[in-house]
């Protein structure tokens, strides 16, 4: 979620979030070189969302997508997490992916 609500900053306050940020590694996958962190925000503003394997907790892939509100503004961002026992992290983007668009179509009006 963090990373679809860093998608969602200007240009230039992300920079600026950056610039206060220490990136702290979670487990041997987590990004945290800022170039690499810039390319992955990238990446899930243009995807309009965000799929991490295994950066935040070993055996926990994340998939999230930004909530918006009526105006388009990015508000919240709703995800989904399950173990790679439970399902590959390209089945959990395939199967889970337009359940959560869908959620967050529906949700919209509401925020």
Same mark, same amino acid.
């Given at each position: 979620? $963090? *990373?679809?609500?860093?998608?969602?900053?200007?240009?230039a306050? %992300? =920079?600026q979030? &950056?610039?206060g940020? =220490?990136?702290q590694? &979670?487990?041997?996958h987590? @990004?945290? !070189?800022? $170039?690499a962190? *810039?390319?992955v925000?990238? !990446?899930a503003? *243009?995807d309009? %969302?965000?799929?991490?394997?295994? +950066?935040? +907790?070993?055996?926990v892939?994340?998939?999230? @997508?930004?909530l918006r509100?009526?105006? $388009?503004q990015?508000?919240?961002?709703?995800n989904? @997490?399950?173990?790679?026992?439970q399902? #590959?992290a390209?089945?959990?983007?395939?199967?889970?992916?337009?359940?959560l #668009? +869908?959620?967050?179509?529906?949700? *919209?009006? &509401? &925020?």
């Amino acid at each position: 979620t $963090g *990373r679809v609500l860093l998608a969602a900053l200007p240009s230039a306050e %992300f =920079t600026q979030w &950056l610039k206060g940020c =220490t990136l702290q590694r &979670l487990t041997p996958h987590t @990004v945290t !070189q800022v $170039g690499a962190l *810039r390319k992955v925000v990238a !990446q899930a503003r *243009r995807d309009d %969302f965000c799929l991490a394997v295994e +950066e935040h +907790e070993l055996g926990v892939h994340a998939l999230a @997508v930004p909530l918006r509100n009526l105006q $388009g503004q990015t508000v919240a961002a709703l995800n989904v @997490v399950a173990s790679p026992q439970q399902m #590959q992290a390209q089945t959990l983007q395939r199967d889970m992916l337009p359940l959560l #668009q +869908e959620a967050a179509r529906e949700l *919209r009006g &509401l &925020l």
